[in-house]
């Protein structure tokens, strides 16, 4: 008598013959189809206990088609702030049982679309966290991308829900709180050029300055990382300005670096001001006054909002817009400004 190949993987087949059932039935009765016969099925899961079936995930996932995984896109993985809305997203839906494949687009604008696609064909849906297309991009690609949620962004479409943040609201109370300091030169290093927050705080600060005309307020290039940071300090120091919105607290924490090295003082010489609240903030010497955004949560929320429609798939529905406001903390790297020497 022949003797099977002990190597050989078990597959449909083997289960349906020792079950002697068709392998359509054997499919049905592992992806929990209820239609089969309770004994019959008993009997199928039997021989695939005994022969030590395992079934083939990716066969599985195209007969269910669904794949119970998610992708998300962000510009950047290094930042931690997009770490902590990874870290949230992925531990919401883990309760699930689903994963999240990850894409990193280096804050490379002309990959997000490829990216997210790609994704999206091998996911069941898609999360787009800050991306950094344009608007017209955006509208165009989000038709394909469904279920999908948007972070930091929003669509015209009423399919699409969003979460974002009220940048523009936030970085005017950093603003006003240097003032309150009394702080009359200020200067913002801005974010990315494609950045949609950097622009809401754009925004923010014009009507800042509508309602301030007697501050000063300038405008220098910035970034988005340490180095940016880092690079600006010369500049920062040549404008003048006593108090310092950075675009956010990496900016922040590389500009310190840097005005320690001139031996700039923080906050007796020059205050700053992050934004974000990254878990390293409050560990910055000086601590970092910044303004925090509910990063975990904005993870685990963009979890429930793809599982709604993961779960609403093929209904009409208007999907929730979701923003949060930032909170001003206030610590050790801002002071009211020193005295200028009388002339």
């Not at 950097?198 to 300038?218: S, T, W």
């Not at 904005?298 to 009409?316: C, D, N, P, T, V």
Request: charged letters at 20%.
């Amino acid at each position: 008598m022949a003797r099977r190949n002990t190597n050989r993987r078990v597959g449909i087949a083997d289960v349906a013959e020792k079950a002697g059932v068709s392998h359509a039935t054997v499919s049905r009765v592992m992806n929990g189809n209820a239609a089969v016969d309770p004994g019959i099925a008993a009997r199928v899961r039997a021989a695939a206990v005994e022969l030590k079936y395992q079934p083939n995930p990716v066969g599985r996932s195209l007969a269910l088609g669904k794949t119970d995984t998610i992708g998300i896109v962000v510009p950047d993985l290094a930042n931690p702030t997009f770490q902590a809305i990874l870290r949230g997203l992925s531990m919401a839906a883990a309760q699930d049982g689903y994963r999240v494949l990850i894409a990193d687009s280096s804050e490379v604008t002309s990959e997000e679309a490829i990216l997210a696609g790609e994704a999206r064909r091998r996911c069941d849906g898609v999360v787009l966290c800050a991306p950094r297309m344009s608007d017209a991009e955006l509208e165009e690609l989000a038709p394909t991308l469904h279920p999908l949620v948007l972070i930091n962004r929003t669509t015209i479409a009423t399919n699409t829900p969003s979460l974002s943040v009220d940048y523009g609201q936030g970085i005017q109370e950093l603003a006003q709180h240097l003032v309150t300091l009394g702080h009359r030169r200020l200067a913002f290093l801005s974010g990315p050029e494609h950045s949609a927050s950097n622009r809401q705080r754009l925004v923010g600060l014009d009507q800042f300055r509508k309602e301030h005309p007697e501050i000063e307020l300038q405008m220098l290039h910035g970034g988005s990382n340490f180095d940016s940071g880092h690079e600006s300090t010369q500049d920062i120091i040549a404008s003048g300005a006593t108090g310092i919105l950075a675009f956010n607290d990496l900016v922040a924490m590389g500009l310190l670096s840097g005005l320690h090295e001139r031996g700039v003082r923080v906050p007796e010489d020059i205050s700053v001001t992050g934004f974000d609240d990254i878990p390293f903030a409050k560990y910055t010497t000086p601590p970092l006054t910044t303004a925090a955004v509910p990063i975990n949560e904005l993870g685990s929320l963009a979890w429930r909002r793809m599982r709604e429609q993961i779960q609403q798939a093929g209904e009409a529905t208007t999907q929730a817009q979701d923003e949060f406001s930032p909170r001003v903390e206030i610590r050790k790297s801002t002071a009211a400004p020193a005295l200028e020497p009388a002339s």
